[in-house]
């Protein structure tokens, strides 16, 4: 089955079909990796893929298959060559023989004539496996204190002090790194937000834009995904805890408002907005424009993400978007988990059991639990948690991406470290709710699994950091009466954002970290004075 997508290209959709016509014809693939958000994929659509020398050059030597990075997320994790669009060019077994971004019509023309020289010369011989998934062997090692110290040194070391964040190229806002540096390095991480606040942060429509294309924020890439909008107002939440800072909390409260509006489908979140020169006009001029494309596939993932972000935000502020994440939780329930399994998107062509589906997911009901109550959340997390420890949980403790079976490498599984890590934080936390060690015991093998190479690990990698460290000393668990009582309030706003708060039919509220139980307390006061340093400023 072929479709064209609106260039001259007869493109394959991705699945065993294009390997098996490679395979008998005797030609390479040809794999387009897009986005609906992606303005550069648009751009190679306009100018390349619609040349028709171009497009008859592709049909006579290639078979061509063409994949929504989205919708097929395993796909991208193999074989995404730095960004997108990404042009990779695999034998019938999907091995790689070469790969690209953004090419344009001359790029792309002596691209193709490489490949095919290569192909006649070599044929499969010329294919390589990727090494992320040529080795399943994985660094064990202890949990240790020093996993967050070697962090801390590097979130330290690899800062921009002119222009704040960390990269020394292009400017992505890491909102885990950020998150890690508000508790252990404060100033680099409000320099951090600032930074992502000033160039990133869409002041007109709300909402951020994904990275930047220079070390100074300069030529922001515009289009706006709902995953990475939900990790900001998590970071930015987090800012607005840790130092009351008014502008944080406004930035926040704009992205909510951008989440519950232009990426509401009416059920739930929707998965991206477009880039645009839209962005580029005058506030005025905006006014008259159609806003770009939303697209409103719902992602069980980014909708995982953007209800505990929700929820996280209202636990500090009493916002009413905590009940967008009600509804957004209890459709993808509804639509996308069937007795803990999670399905990707609701279409024939989605798959299921995704680590990070399961992971995200699971962290939004562990947050609607704390902030909402624990009714109707934890019955299904557990039945995800379940359901992933006992599909994806591999004999070495790490969880794979997702069942090893499908077209090209997807039946060669990946071991992702910031899945693994959203994965083991989420189950510390649903261990919290329900006390059941067991959840712990998970938690630590899949963080453990990677422990061995903790000292070769960067910045990219602080949300693994701050996960091993709430393993390691065990997470604050505040335990209230009923959600809407000032106790359990209070707790939500104590400046810990590692904490778990568990409310219950009691009448008093306890901390517990490790060992040790506070006294009981009856007065917010007394809970402030016996869980933390004091309430939020």
Same mark, same amino acid.
């Given at each position: 089955?072929t479709?064209?997508d609106g260039?001259?290209?007869?493109?394959? !959709?991705?699945g065993?079909?294009?390997?098996?016509?490679?395979?008998?014809?005797?030609?390479?693939v040809?794999?387009?990796?897009?986005?609906?958000?992606c303005?550069w994929?648009?751009?190679m659509?306009?100018?390349?893929?619609?040349?028709?020398?171009?497009?008859?050059?592709?049909g006579?030597s290639?078979?061509?298959?063409?994949v929504d990075?989205?919708?097929?997320?395993r796909v991208?994790?193999r074989?995404n060559?730095?960004?997108?669009?990404?042009?990779?060019f695999?034998t019938?077994d999907?091995?790689?023989?070469?790969g690209a971004?953004?090419?344009g019509?001359d790029g792309l023309?002596?691209v193709?004539?490489?490949?095919r020289a290569?192909?006649?010369?070599?044929g499969t @011989?010329a294919?390589?496996?990727?090494?992320?998934v040529?080795?399943?062997?994985?660094?064990?090692g202890?949990?240790?204190?020093d996993i967050?110290?070697?962090?801390?040194?590097?979130?330290?070391a690899?800062?921009d002090?002119?222009?704040?964040g960390? *990269?020394?190229?292009?400017?992505?806002p890491?909102?885990?790194?950020?998150?890690?540096?508000?508790?252990r390095?404060?100033?680099?991480?409000?320099?951090?937000l600032?930074?992502?606040q000033?160039?990133?942060?869409?002041t007109?429509d709300?909402?951020f834009?994904r990275?930047?294309e220079?070390?100074r924020w300069?030529?922001?890439?515009?289009?706006?995904?709902?995953?990475?909008?939900?990790?900001l107002?998590?970071?930015f939440t987090?800012?607005?805890?840790?130092?009351?800072?008014e502008?944080?909390?406004?930035?926040?409260?704009?992205?909510?408002?951008?989440?519950?509006t232009t990426?509401?489908?009416?059920?739930?979140?929707?998965?991206s907005?477009?880039a645009?020169?839209y962005y580029?006009?005058?506030?005025?001029?905006?006014?008259?424009?159609?806003?770009?494309h939303?697209?409103?596939t719902?992602?069980?993932?980014r909708?995982g993400?953007?209800?505990?972000?929700?929820?996280r935000f209202?636990?500090?502020?009493?916002? *009413?978007?905590?009940r967008y994440a009600?509804?957004?939780l209890?459709?993808?329930?509804?639509?996308l988990?069937?007795d803990?399994?999670v399905?990707?998107?609701d279409?024939?062509? @989605? !798959?299921?059991?995704l680590l990070?589906d399961?992971?995200?997911?699971?962290s939004?009901?562990?947050?609607?639990?704390q902030?909402?109550?624990?009714? *109707?959340?934890?019955?299904?997390?557990?039945a995800?948690?379940?359901?992933?420890?006992?599909r994806l949980?591999t004999?070495?403790?790490?969880f794979?991406? *997702?069942?090893?079976?499908?077209?090209?490498?997807?039946?060669?599984?990946l071991?992702?470290l910031?899945t693994n890590?959203?994965?083991?934080?989420?189950l510390?936390?649903l261990?919290a709710?329900?006390?059941e060690?067991?959840?712990?015991?998970?938690?630590?093998?899949a963080?453990s699994a990677?422990?061995g190479?903790?000292?070769?690990?960067g910045?990219?990698?602080?949300?693994?950091?701050?996960?091993?460290?709430?393993?390691?000393y065990?997470p604050?668990v505040?335990?209230t009466?009923p959600v809407?009582t000032?106790?359990?309030r209070?707790?939500?706003?104590?400046?810990?954002h590692?904490k778990?708060?568990?409310p219950?039919?009691?009448?008093?509220?306890v901390?517990?970290?490790?060992?040790?139980?506070?006294?009981?307390?009856?007065t917010p006061?007394?809970?402030?004075?016996r869980a933390s340093?004091?309430?939020?400023?």
């Open positions: 089955m479709f064209r260039t001259l290209v007869d493109w394959y !959709e991705w065993p079909e294009p390997f098996e016509i490679a395979e008998r014809a005797g030609k390479p040809l794999c387009a990796l897009t986005a609906p958000w303005a994929c648009d751009r659509d306009e100018e390349s893929y619609s040349d028709p020398k171009l497009a008859a050059n592709i006579d290639f078979v061509p298959v063409r990075v989205d919708r097929h997320p991208r994790e074989y060559m730095g960004g997108f669009p990404t042009t990779v695999l019938p999907g091995e790689v023989l070469s971004t953004y090419l019509p023309r002596q193709l004539d490489s490949i290569s192909w006649d010369a070599k @011989s294919g390589r496996v990727p090494r992320t040529s080795s399943a062997d994985l660094p064990s202890e949990i240790t204190a967050e110290a070697h962090m801390v040194e590097q979130v330290a690899a800062f002090d002119e222009h704040g960390w *990269g020394t190229d292009a400017k992505f890491l909102p885990r790194t950020v998150e890690l540096a508000l508790k390095d404060r100033d680099r991480g409000t320099r951090t600032d930074a992502v000033t160039h990133l942060f869409d007109y709300g909402g834009y990275f930047a220079t070390r300069g030529e922001p890439h515009r289009e706006k995904l709902v995953d990475e909008n939900a990790a107002l998590r970071a987090t800012g607005y805890l840790y130092t009351g800072d502008s944080y909390r406004r930035t926040a409260e704009r992205t909510v408002d951008y989440l519950t990426a509401w489908t009416g059920d739930a979140f929707a998965g907005q477009a645009s020169d580029t006009l005058e506030p005025t001029e905006r006014e008259e424009a159609k806003p770009p939303v697209d409103p719902v992602f069980a993932d909708n993400l953007a209800a505990e972000a929700l929820c209202a636990a500090i502020t009493d916002h *009413g978007g905590a009600e509804r957004a209890e459709h993808v329930l509804e639509t988990v069937d803990g399994h399905t990707h998107f279409g024939e062509r @989605s !798959e299921t059991g990070a399961h992971a995200r997911v699971l939004g009901l562990t947050a609607a639990a902030v909402l109550g624990p009714d *109707g959340w934890i019955d299904p997390a557990r995800i948690a379940d359901d992933a420890i006992d949980a004999a070495d403790g790490s794979r991406d *997702g069942q090893p079976s499908g077209a090209g490498l997807l039946d060669r599984p071991y992702p910031g890590a959203e994965m083991a934080d989420a510390l936390d261990a709710l329900t006390g060690d067991r959840y712990v015991a998970a938690a630590e093998d963080l990677f422990a190479a903790y000292d070769r690990m910045v990219e990698a602080a949300g693994y950091a701050a996960g091993c460290a709430r393993a390691h065990e604050l505040v335990r009466p809407g000032d106790l359990h209070v707790a939500l706003r104590l400046a810990d590692e778990v708060v568990v219950e039919d009691r009448d008093d509220a901390a517990i970290r490790a060992d040790h139980t506070t006294a009981p307390a009856v006061d007394e809970l402030l004075e340093d004091g309430p939020l400023p």
